[in-house]
């Protein structure tokens, strides 16, 4: 019989956090966080960091458990995530994974091997060399000739996804999204239910310009500079956060404080839009909008929702 498992994601800002507290205090859950900054100690403002009080007593699973400069990745988030999950079980508790990293929540419900490929290491060097040389455009250029459909997915800022994916390419011929399409039809070894949930576009837009303004009131340009302080520099893949790159770059110099805000508030609009796209692709999910509804309402729909994929009884 397979093990339980409730996904709850969506864009940034739609509202998952505080439905997922109240999501496990009815079903016994327990939350791991499948967010790729919510890992990082000191990095609480401008990843929207759930706080100890919204928490309300329910436990949460990777959050504030590496430092800044340390790897965090598809591959080590699944270790981190199974690990969680077996202590979950354990107490009879159920798994309710919720962020907003379509990949890696992919990776763990289709529990996909995405582990390192062994290319040659001297391929990744010349291909690290052609970034730091050209530019992040040109090499997922080089990715548009060779894998179309993985460039369409693959930001070219994301230099690292990008080199796995030329190097896939290079050592077996084949494109990596082929391969993982291939990987994302694989059963599933949980008996699962995967929510997205949604707001109107002009809402959704609405609630990241004012979150954005909280974090900046709450104090996100000191939290920037402490992290600097401590040694913590912009080349670091944490520090490409939104939020705080476009942050590192008004302390630099590079432009106006205002600006850095227009432009963090523009870059998480097209967040949301790529995150929305992407879980539009992903199979067997349930989508719920959150417009005119209330908490019970919505609560009431995901108990339907859990009903109907075999989750609750």
Do not use: C
């Not at 179309?148 to 896939?168: D, G």
């Not at 609630?207 to 709450?218: C, N, P, T, Y």
Request: without cysteine; aromatic residues 8%; hydrophobic residues 35%.
């Amino acid at each position: 019989m397979k093990r339980l498992l409730l996904i709850l994601t969506g864009p940034t800002a739609v509202g998952k956090t505080a439905l997922s507290i109240q999501a496990a205090k009815q079903w016994n859950g327990e939350i791991i966080s499948a967010d790729s900054m919510q890992v990082y100690r000191y990095m609480d403002i401008g990843s929207a960091k759930v706080t100890e009080d919204e928490m309300d007593g329910i436990p949460h699973h990777l959050i504030s458990v590496l430092q800044p400069d340390e790897p965090f990745h598809v591959v080590r988030f699944k270790e981190m995530a199974l690990k969680a999950m077996e202590e979950i079980y354990s107490r009879g508790r159920l798994p309710i994974v919720t962020g907003g990293t379509g990949f890696y929540i992919q990776a763990l419900l289709y529990d996909i091997d995405f582990t390192e490929n062994n290319a040659d290491t001297e391929y990744r060097r010349h291909l690290e060399a052609l970034a730091a040389e050209r530019g992040a455009e040109f090499l997922h250029d080089m990715l548009k000739a060779r894998d179309p459909q993985a460039a369409e997915e693959i930001h070219a800022h994301n230099v690292k996804r990008v080199i796995r994916a030329l190097e896939f390419y290079e050592k077996t011929g084949t494109p990596i999204s082929v391969h993982n399409k291939q990987e994302r039809e694989r059963e599933s070894p949980y008996q699962f239910a995967y929510v997205v949930l949604t707001r109107d576009r002009g809402e959704l837009y609405r609630r990241i310009d004012l979150r954005v303004d909280q974090m900046m009131g709450a104090g996100l340009l000191e939290e920037v500079k402490g992290l600097r302080d401590r040694g913590y520099t912009r080349d670091l893949v944490s520090m490409q956060g939104l939020g705080y790159k476009e942050l590192l770059s008004y302390l630099d110099g590079e432009y106006s404080l205002s600006e850095a805000v227009r432009i963090i508030k523009r870059d998480t609009r097209h967040f949301a839009k790529r995150q929305l796209t992407w879980f539009r692709r992903e199979r067997q999910t349930d989508w719920i909008s959150m417009d005119g509804k209330t908490d019970e309402e919505i609560l009431k729909e995901l108990a339907t929702v859990m009903e109907k994929r075999g989750i609750t009884e």
